[in-house]
């Protein structure tokens, strides 16, 4: 595997620690949103039961006649796994060390787990569905169609449940998702045919309103009782600090805790789609 850069290894750590966190606090066993409809109560008690719905959803979309899937960005391997109990042969792309632990518990050799990125990925298998669930955001678009094409079988699927973001002139405080416009023209030059299209933005954005609530009522407390801790113990330490990193810890300031990352502002700046394609003969 190429060096990581300091982006990815970030964004893996986050990933990580939402995942030893969920599993711990909640017994979540996804690392996806919660889905959220037929009136579940937007609770954290009931992400648990929210993330199964996302589940059940995204397998509902499968088409009669794969038989073999690709599961790119893997997470925890729960999909891959309940993919396997429906019956279908499923192989899996994670680049994370600390999951892939856990996926091989969890799918004993039932399953081949290339341990890379899907940017990396070498391989001269070929499936009916390569599958991307909330995996496809953080993946280099155009790598992510060109690997796709060369993995499918002819009249295979591209599978895609994730994130994009609206192109609005303010981009808002929350990162993540590639430019929909951006990627809607890149896959209209490839043999990919739309054939399923939802838009579950509605049904995902309750998400932020909880990580908002979380982030307000529990991590801001946590993190100002620590300083009050630490200003007491080492009152010279924390104001070299303090002043030292006063533009970073602005900026994060700022970022999680000035508003502007509720489930409102969600569907302001970000969409979230299914998208599911076939390959079309070249
Ligand atoms: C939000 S999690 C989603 C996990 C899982 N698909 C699910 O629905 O629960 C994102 C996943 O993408 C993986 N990932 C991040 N960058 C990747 C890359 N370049 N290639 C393949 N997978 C990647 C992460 O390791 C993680 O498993």
Excluded at 21 to 31: P, T, V
């Amino acid at each position: 595997m190429t060096k990581k850069s300091k982006k990815e290894i970030s964004r893996e750590v986050g990933l990580e620690v939402g995942s030893i966190c969920g599993k711990y606090f909640l017994k979540l066993d996804h690392l996806h949103y919660g889905y959220w409809n037929g009136g579940l109560d937007v609770d954290i008690t009931n992400l648990h039961t929210a993330q199964d719905k996302y589940a059940e959803f995204a397998i509902s979309h499968i088409p009669d006649g794969v038989k073999t899937i690709l599961d790119v960005g893997c997470g925890t391997g729960q999909i891959a796994k309940m993919l396997i109990d429906a019956g279908y042969k499923v192989d899996c792309v994670s680049p994370s060390d600390y999951m892939n632990r856990h996926i091989r518990e969890l799918l004993g050799d039932k399953s081949r787990i290339f341990e890379c990125t899907y940017e990396e990925i070498e391989t001269t298998n070929k499936y009916d569905m390569i599958w991307f669930c909330e995996s496809f955001q953080y993946i280099d678009p155009e790598k992510a169609l060109s690997n796709t094409i060369e993995l499918l079988n002819d009249g295979g699927y591209l599978f895609i449940c994730d994130i994009f973001r609206r192109d609005t002139k303010n981009k808002g405080l929350m990162g993540g998702g590639h430019d929909i416009n951006k990627f809607h023209d890149l896959v209209e030059q490839t043999p990919f045919k739309l054939i399923e299209n939802k838009d579950i933005t509605e049904q995902t954005a309750p998400n932020m309103d909880l990580m908002n609530d979380i982030l307000h009522n529990v991590v801001r407390p946590v993190v100002n009782a620590g300083m009050r801790l630490s200003e007491s113990r080492y009152p010279m330490v924390v104001k070299f600090l303090k002043w030292k990193y006063r533009k970073k810890m602005d900026k994060l300031g700022n970022k999680y805790f000035s508003g502007g990352r509720s489930g409102e502002d969600f569907k302001k700046f970000k969409t979230y789609q299914l998208l599911l394609y076939q390959k079309q003969a070249l």
